[in-house]
């Protein structure tokens, strides 16, 4: 007497291998649905032509010796900058923008306080690695840098 085919071992075995595969297929999908990572810009050739123009901000900010560093109080960013060959301390336009996490980046405006310093507070706690552009509000020079926080001593802004 012969078993019929959905009774034996080696026929549900031989399914069970491409129906692991194709579960497997949409978990996979599904996951990098729900969790996409922005490393690259859609925008890249714009970017590309705007590295120029940021290049030329730059050297102007190294010509009129600007210098700018960072630092943390409670829960406060303090940026402390040198005006160099400007007449009076602009107003800032501080963007920071995280490497990985697009949702997590913000740009504010900051003046100087009395005694020359310019205060952030963020919503939440800054941590992990940041990129921080500094310039005025007519966006005519440029300092820029990474930092990691939270940071313990003053960091200085690097081009």
């Not at 050297?59 to 010796?65: G, K, P, T, V």
């Amino acid at each position: 007497m012969i078993t019929p085919w959905y009774k034996q071992f080696w026929p549900w075995f031989l399914i069970s291998l491409p129906l692991t595969v194709i579960i497997g297929t949409l978990v996979t999908v599904a996951l990098f649905a729900r969790n996409s990572v922005h490393l690259v810009a859609e925008d890249y050739y714009k970017k590309g032509k705007g590295i120029n123009i940021d290049i030329r901000r730059q050297s102007m900010a190294n010509d009129l010796n600007l210098s700018a560093s960072l630092s943390s109080q409670n829960n406060a960013i303090v940026i402390h900058f040198s005006k160099g060959k400007l007449d009076a301390l602009p107003a800032l336009k501080a963007t920071f923008t995280h490497r990985t996490l697009p949702d997590r980046d913000f740009t504010q405006m900051l003046t100087a306080d009395a005694s020359g310093n310019y205060r952030l507070f963020p919503e939440a706690p800054l941590k992990g690695p940041w990129f921080i552009e500094l310039e005025p509000f007519d966006s005519s020079w440029l300092l820029q840098g990474r930092i990691s926080f939270p940071i313990a001593q003053p960091i200085a802004l690097e081009n």
